[in-house]
């Protein structure tokens, strides 16, 4: 069992459509949590930390559920430029010396 | 502020042949990472840095790849000799100890193709 699990997709939505993304994780030690963007052919940018008490950032919006080990994330009236893989990261370890896990990433294609 | 900087952008080798990649991570930026992307996948960890100590290597194949950081502040990883199945994007990032969640940044990466 891979340790971050994500849909691969693609995910194809209009322009202005509502998109969630589901994430699990295995490690119940993980202590901190993230949504990384990825355009095709660059690298990953953060896209937004994730609390246990919600937060979000304009149109998107992350959840982090604990006891389920369950993170989304929601993207509301998507645009073009949306368009990328999003990536679902978990930090296994201190502030410090933690490493990250990577899931494989869902891939949203908005179109007009 | 300049980011994280990676040399060379795309290397194509044959197999058996060794490679190497450099990284200069953000000024002042103690902890550097090195990752692998193959195609599809996400990231993966091959090698931590805490300035020029290792912290985890734990996914890094001992046996082709190596990887140094001298005087904590570049760093190369290589690769000898290459395999078909290490084709893809090396990423290097590099974090400041002690930002909140450990936040990394990444470069650009370097696109192995091993044929």
């Known amino acids: 069992r891979k340790e971050v699990e994500q849909d691969p997709g693609p995910f194809n939505v209009p322009e202005g459509a509502t998109v969630a993304f589901n994430c699990t994780y295995s490690?119940?030690?993980?202590?901190?949590f993230f949504w990384y963007r990825q355009d095709c052919r660059k690298e990953p940018k953060l896209l937004m930390s994730?609390?246990?008490s919600g937060n979000e950032d304009g149109r998107f919006t992350a959840q982090l559920n604990r006891a389920s080990q369950y993170i989304s994330l929601l993207i509301r009236d998507s645009k073009l430029s949306d368009s990328a893989t999003y990536l679902c990261?978990?930090?296994?370890?201190?502030?410090?010396?933690?490493?990250?896990?990577f899931g494989q990433g869902t891939t949203l294609q908005v179109k007009p | 502020e300049a980011g994280v900087a990676q040399s060379p952008r795309y290397k194509i080798i044959e197999k058996r042949q060794s490679v190497a990649f450099w990284c200069n991570p953000i000024?002042?930026?103690?902890?550097l990472y090195w990752y692998q992307q193959i195609l599809g996948q996400g990231p993966k960890l091959l090698i931590q840095?805490?300035?020029?100590?290792?912290?985890?290597d734990s996914q890094l194949p001992k046996d082709r790849f190596s990887a140094e950081r001298l005087k904590g502040v570049d760093s190369t990883l290589k690769i000898q000799p290459a395999k078909l199945e290490d084709s893809a994007v090396y990423l290097c990032?590099?974090?400041?100890?002690?930002?909140?969640?450990?936040?990394?940044?990444f470069g650009a990466g370097t696109r192995l193709s091993v044929l």
């Open positions: 994730v609390y246990s």
């Open positions: 000024s002042g930026h103690a902890t």
């Open positions: 990032a590099s974090s400041l100890p002690g930002t909140s969640g450990n936040i990394q940044y």
């Open positions: 490690n119940s030690a993980s202590q901190s």
């Open positions: 990261v978990v930090r296994v370890g201190s502030s410090n010396t933690g490493k990250l896990i």
């Open positions: 840095f805490q300035n020029n100590g290792v912290v985890d």
